[in-house]
């Protein structure tokens, strides 16, 4: 797999792994607070074997001190340090938040938005963007209630789709997980 960097706009050491070349363009965001890189072999395999653009980005060490808006920042500096425009922004749980939050503010730059689990948030879905949850069947931290519900806001252009496991899902089947994000990314 290719090997991590580290950005660091004004000091911030922030992770992240850019590999492929496709059409299709996707950030992932990981979730805060694992030691391993939950969606490492999704992102590995949307760029080898889907051919996709995958950015993983991680969070930077003192990410304890850093507001939910630095985190919001930090992600996008790394994605406009990679040059990416138009790409579907995603993450897992507390990741797919601040995915949420980067459509939110940045519309204009989101093809949709994946969401590995959903957290409880009032964060609105922006005007026109397709949603694609991906949710595990026995998620408690990230529930399917919460999924249902977001979806519930936006039923035309959103959907839900279950892999077998907990909120590590993407750790525990990460084919599974990225075989549903390529059937429905890759569609067109």
Do not use: C
């Amino acid at each position: 797999m290719t090997d991590t960097q580290i950005f660091e706009p004004d000091g911030r050491a922030i992770p992240f792994v850019d590999e492929g070349d496709g059409p299709v363009k996707l950030v992932l965001i990981q979730e805060h607070g694992l030691a391993a890189d939950v969606l490492g072999v999704v992102g590995h395999y949307l760029a080898e074997e889907a051919g996709f653009h995958v950015l993983r980005i991680g969070h930077r060490a003192d990410s304890a001190a850093a507001s939910f808006d630095d985190r919001v920042a930090d992600a996008l500096a790394v994605i406009d340090h990679v040059g990416l425009q138009d790409t579907w922004f995603g993450g897992h749980g507390f990741g797919g938040t601040v995915a949420r939050a980067l459509v939110a503010a940045h519309p204009d730059r989101a093809n949709g938005l994946l969401l590995l689990g959903v957290e409880d948030v009032d964060i609105p879905v922006a005007p026109a963007v397709p949603v694609l949850i991906v949710q595990g069947t026995d998620d408690t931290v990230t529930p399917a209630a919460n999924a249902e519900r977001l979806q519930s806001t936006v039923p035309d252009r959103s959907s839900i789709k279950s892999v077998e496991g907990d909120h590590l899902f993407p750790m525990h089947h990460p084919i599974e997980t990225a075989v549903v994000i390529e059937e429905y990314l890759d569609w067109d």
